[in-house]
């Protein structure tokens, strides 16, 4: 393998989310094999890492002119773009150097992002068309004035016209690809490069053994309707004859109605609600939780935190849905329910509440999947082979 120098472009820079944490992972891994790495961003959204050990150069908003100007100048080996909408940058990158793009969610073929129904709480089945107009008004799945219901339809069918124009187009998970293939790119060219853990896991330490009497079972992620968290909270109500607390980790719309909830419930002293936390705080959740859960109920294009948790060595409970099935094995590294429902879920918290030896098992099985397949230097080794063959 040679050494090549990779420019990584997105439109966002700064810890902010899991985006900025990926392209911070990969650019210091792909730094450290030798290859001479830089970023390209338009904006800034939150802090600048201090550990980036690649250069860092910021673009207002990512003029195209001002990017294929800076393209010019560096002369990549192969670009490599993150989240970049802009059909001009691709087409122009593409025409002058080798070029790929990494598609991380629904947002570039799902004009309201979600791939989901809100109305009648059901995962969308179909491709973006002006199907999607009507929709908009009866699944409120999108906005519904017309003039920016239309524009954000015809965004897609523009972001997809120039990603069929690539060679490779990298993705998460099979749930994505099936959505890139259903909307017109071709399968050949969609390429699966599964994530890793979204920060530093420490693989080595012991699992910390869940033996007092009350349980945590911890739920990590915003608190938005498609997430579920209502039905983790209907759940836990049925298992009221069972010691354990639930640990609510995120913040978002739904954070006071969900509060509330819990309240109607009887359960304000069992739901603990923390807000956001990340690095040490966040590990420090992890690290003493019983298990995982994630009641999602939108396609997760991939679902981070189910693996975040099982590299800690703690089993997950979710429902059948979008991507998770790709790092997800029933009965093997947790529960991967088909029904998606209250009951479906309460009988899964159930069962890893009741069975201590069982939780540890599972734990082990997917601490194992991640050290042997769902991690950084896998994810880097696929890169390096896609880089190299473009080039």
């Known amino acids: 393998m040679f050494d090549m120098k990779i420019v990584l472009m997105n439109e966002t820079w700064g810890m902010g989310g899991g985006q900025e944490e990926y392209i911070l992972r990969v650019g210091n891994g792909l730094a450290s094999r030798g290859h001479k790495v830089s970023l390209l961003y338009g904006r800034q959204t939150g802090p600048i890492p201090k550990d980036a050990r690649f250069e860092v150069y910021g673009l207002n908003n990512l003029a195209p002119h001002k990017v294929l100007g800076f393209m010019n100048l560096i002369k990549p080996d192969i670009i490599n773009l993150q989240n970049v909408y802009n059909p001009k940058i691709i087409k122009e990158c593409l025409r002058r150097f080798p070029t790929t793009r990494f598609v991380h969610d629904h947002s570039t073929y799902c004009p309201g992002n979600s791939k989901y129904f809100f109305e009648s709480r059901k995962v969308c089945p179909l491709a973006v068309s002006p199907l999607c107009l009507v929709n908009a008004h009866r699944e409120h799945c999108m906005t519904r004035r017309p003039l920016s219901a239309v524009n954000r339809i015809w965004q897609r069918h523009s972001w997809l016209s120039s990603l ?9 998970s099979n749930y994505v690809k099936e959505r890139l293939v259903q909307n017109g790119v071709l399968e050949s060219k969609v390429m699966i490069n599964h994530l ?6 420490p693989f080595l330490t012991e699992n910390i053994r869940d033996d007092s009497e009350v349980q945590k079972v911890l739920f990590v992620g915003r608190l938005f309707k498609e997430k579920g968290v209502n039905i983790l909270i209907d759940a836990s109500a049925r298992l009221k004859k069972k010691k354990f607390k639930l640990l609510i980790v995120g913040d978002g719309w739904e954070r006071q109605n969900l509060e509330k909830q819990a309240v109607v419930l009887g359960l304000k002293d069992r739901v603990e609600f923390h807000g956001f936390r990340s690095g040490q705080e966040l590990s420090n959740l992890y690290q003493r939780c019983s298990f995982l859960v994630m009641p999602s109920i939108w396609p997760e294009p991939f679902g981070m ?13 979710a429902f059948r849905v979008g991507g998770i099935p ?16 209250v009951e479906s879920l309460a009988q899964g918290l159930d069962m890893l509440l009741s069975n201590h030896e069982l939780r540890l098992k599972m734990g082990e099985q997917g601490r194992d999947k991640v050290e042997n397949y769902f991690n950084l230097d ?14």
Request: net charge negative.
């Open 378 to 391: 896998r994810h880097l080794d696929v890169l390096e082979e896609t880089y190299s063959r473009l080039v």
């Open 164 to 172: 069929k124009g690539l060679s490779v187009v990298l993705c998460n």
């Open 196 to 201: 890793f853990p979204g920060h530093e896991v």
């Open 326 to 341: 790709d790092w997800l094995e029933n009965g093997v590294n947790g529960f991967l329910l088909d029904e998606v429902s």
């Open 305 to 317: 935190a189910g693996l975040e948790a099982n590299a800690f060595g703690k089993p997950v409970v």
